[in-house]
């Protein structure tokens, strides 16, 4: 149960059950909102218009619980709830004073939205007007700009085509040339690749045989001299082929600026016929922001007489070129074929020192296997003397351990425990003897058989050498081209 004058809300949405005979008092409930402790007795103004001419005394007792009735309730009800509807109002009241002045203040909001509104459509006419002269203006400017832009365009078309055209020709005289020079270098290639392949075969000599011996020096001599003939076959045709690079790359640059410029003809050429009435003609947001400019009219006129002068200056230095290859071709055979013959002189007489050494190895080798097989004979002595040693020394190691047995006062340290301690170290000391005797047979063994290897391997390596002087090289330059073949005749 709550006290008369509680500020609960739970009062008016739960009315608690009390006495038919009591109401309570109209001042105890509205002395609540006007004062946040309800159990001080206030006086209260009588002036405010919103409130009853008429007053209860405020209630000092507090109701007693009766049986709920449904006449006490519609009383409570109708009596309490016009309140509630009063303790919202008194807190959203304005003066007069506010009333007018929000009145004012919205007169002259609109007053001048309105003046604003008039001056901004004034302005906005007289600027369309303004803005779409102007902007024709600037239209019909754009289109003579791109008109004579067309024509420059057109003007640097035919200079390049004409300037194509001659260097299309330079290029295919020049490759013409070029083709004949590489025939005859490939005709020098053949001795020179028998005199590499040679010295490619005898790389694969194995030890000691990789000897620079007076085979190899004129082998490298042969393939000097081939390659001095070659060198100005090599250097002109490198030049050629430089120059007939730089040949492609002039009329690559020609032919890229002739495309770049027939596409900047063609749309400059569609963007001077559009109209606002044309077809296609539609928004794109952001484009007049993107600056994809690389050149001005200067440099770009500049670019194009760049390439054409370019040209000629290459076009020059390849007719130039064309006739010092024409006069390159000369007398190289007799330098070749003079290395040749010496190189197969030196070839005979290595080919005879080799066969002479691998006779002497072979006589090395047998007094080697001889020595190989009496040294294996006295390992086998020595493993067997060693054997039997060891039977003695387990006896001896069998007593002393047999003897730890003995119990209590019987392991006695008597003479016979001496010398079986003494025949175990004599023997162990005799065993290592053998043994290391042994070891010393089997590095003689292990020597010679290193030995015997070496001259095994030496009689292989003057057998590899041998087969790959007389078999494959001497064989081989019987295959070396004739006069004719090395001048390009053919």
């Given at each position: 149960?709550?006290?008369l004058?509680?500020?609960l809300?739970?009062?008016y949405a739960h009315?608690q059950?009390?006495?038919?005979?009591?109401?309570p008092?109209?001042?105890?409930?509205?002395?609540s909102?006007r004062?946040r402790?309800p159990?001080?007795?206030?006086?209260?103004?009588?002036?405010?218009?919103w409130?009853?001419?008429?007053?209860?005394?405020?209630?000092s007792?507090?109701?007693?619980l009766a049986?709920?009735?449904?006449?006490?309730q519609?009383?409570?009800?109708?009596?309490?709830?016009?309140?509630?509807?009063?303790?919202?109002?008194l807190f959203?009241?304005?003066?007069?004073d506010?009333?007018?002045?929000s009145n004012?203040v919205?007169?002259q909001e609109?007053n001048?939205?309105r003046?604003?509104?008039?001056r901004?459509r004034?302005?906005?006419?007289?600027l369309i007007?303004?803005?779409?002269?102007?902007i024709r203006k600037t239209?019909?400017d754009?289109?003579?700009?791109?008109?004579?832009?067309v024509?420059?365009?057109?003007f640097?078309?035919?200079?390049?085509?004409?300037?194509l055209?001659?260097?299309?020709?330079?290029?295919?005289a020049?490759?013409?040339?070029?083709k004949?020079?590489?025939r005859?270098l490939?005709?020098?290639?053949?001795?020179?690749?028998?005199?590499r392949?040679c010295?490619?075969h005898r790389?694969k000599?194995?030890?000691?045989?990789?000897?620079?011996?007076?085979?190899e020096k004129?082998?490298?001599?042969?393939?000097?001299v081939?390659?001095c003939c070659?060198?100005r076959m090599?250097r002109?045709?490198?030049?050629a082929?430089?120059?007939l690079?730089?040949?492609?790359?002039?009329q690559?640059?020609?032919?890229k600026?002739?495309?770049?410029k027939?596409?900047?003809?063609?749309?400059?050429?569609?963007?001077?016929?559009?109209?606002n009435t044309?077809?296609?003609?539609?928004y794109f947001?952001?484009?007049e922001?993107?600056?994809?400019t690389v050149?001005v009219?200067?440099?770009?006129a500049?670019f194009?007489?760049?390439?054409i002068l370019?040209?000629q200056?290459?076009r020059?230095?390849?007719?130039?070129?064309?006739?010092?290859i024409?006069?390159?071709?000369?007398?190289?055979a007799?330098?070749?074929?003079n290395?040749f013959?010496k190189?197969?002189v030196?070839?005979?007489n290595r080919i005879?020192?080799?066969a002479d050494?691998k006779?002497?190895i072979h006589i090395h080798l047998?007094?080697?296997?001889?020595?190989?097989?009496?040294?294996?004979?006295?390992?086998?002595?020595?493993?067997k003397a060693?054997r039997e040693k060891?039977?003695?020394l387990?006896?001896?190691q069998?007593?002393?351990?047999?003897r730890?047995?003995?119990?209590n006062?019987?392991?006695?340290?008597?003479?016979?425990?001496?010398r079986?301690v003494?025949?175990v170290?004599e023997?162990?000391?005799?065993?290592?003897?053998?043994?290391?005797?042994?070891?010393?047979s089997?590095d003689?063994l292990?020597?010679?058989?290193?030995c015997?290897a070496?001259?095994?391997?030496e009689?292989a390596?003057?057998?590899n050498?041998?087969y790959?002087?007389q078999e494959?090289c001497?064989?081989m330059?019987?295959?070396?081209?004739?006069?004719?073949?090395?001048?390009?005749f053919?």
């Open positions: 149960m709550e006290p004058g509680s500020t809300t739970a009062t009315p059950p009390a006495p038919t005979s009591f109401l008092a109209i001042g105890t409930i509205t002395s909102y004062d402790f159990h001080h007795n206030l006086t209260h103004s009588l002036s405010l218009p409130r009853p001419s008429t007053y209860y005394k405020t209630a007792n507090y109701p007693t049986p709920f009735c449904t006449r006490a519609r009383v409570c009800e109708s009596t309490m709830l016009p309140f509630v509807s009063n303790r919202t109002t959203t009241r304005y003066t007069p506010d009333w007018y002045r004012l919205n007169f609109s001048s939205s003046h604003n509104s008039e901004l004034v302005d906005t006419s007289r007007q303004d803005k779409y002269q102007q239209q019909a754009s289109t003579q700009n791109l008109g004579e832009r024509n420059d365009i057109a640097w078309k035919s200079e390049i085509i004409h300037e055209d001659e260097m299309i020709g330079e290029t295919n020049l490759s013409d040339i070029k004949r020079l590489e005859a490939i005709e020098t290639e053949a001795p020179l690749q028998v005199t392949e010295l490619f790389e000599r194995v030890g000691i045989d990789l000897v620079h011996d007076e085979v004129e082998l490298l001599t042969e393939i000097e081939i390659l070659q060198e090599r002109h045709l490198d030049r082929i430089a120059q690079a730089s040949d492609r790359a002039a690559h640059e020609l032919e600026d002739l495309s770049d027939q596409t900047a003809f063609r749309i400059d050429d569609k963007c001077k016929d559009l109209r044309s077809e296609g003609v539609s947001r952001g484009v922001k993107v600056d994809a050149s009219p200067e440099s770009w500049k194009t007489d760049d390439n370019r040209s200056s290459e020059a230095a390849s007719a130039k070129l064309r006739d010092d024409e006069n390159l071709l000369v007398v190289t007799n330098e070749m074929w290395q013959n190189g197969n030196a070839f005979t005879a020192e080799t050494a006779n002497k047998s007094k080697t296997l001889q020595e190989i097989f009496q040294t294996e004979m006295t390992i086998e002595s020595i493993k060693i060891s039977a003695f387990k006896v001896a069998t007593r002393l351990d047999e730890t047995r003995r119990p006062i019987e392991l006695c340290r008597d003479i016979a425990q001496l079986l003494n025949e170290y023997v162990d000391d005799t065993i290592q003897t053998l043994q290391q005797r042994l070891r010393d089997e003689t292990q020597s010679l058989v290193h015997k070496t001259l095994e391997h009689l390596v003057k057998a050498t041998l790959i002087d494959k001497m064989s330059r019987k295959s070396y081209p004739n006069t004719l073949r090395l001048v390009g053919c």
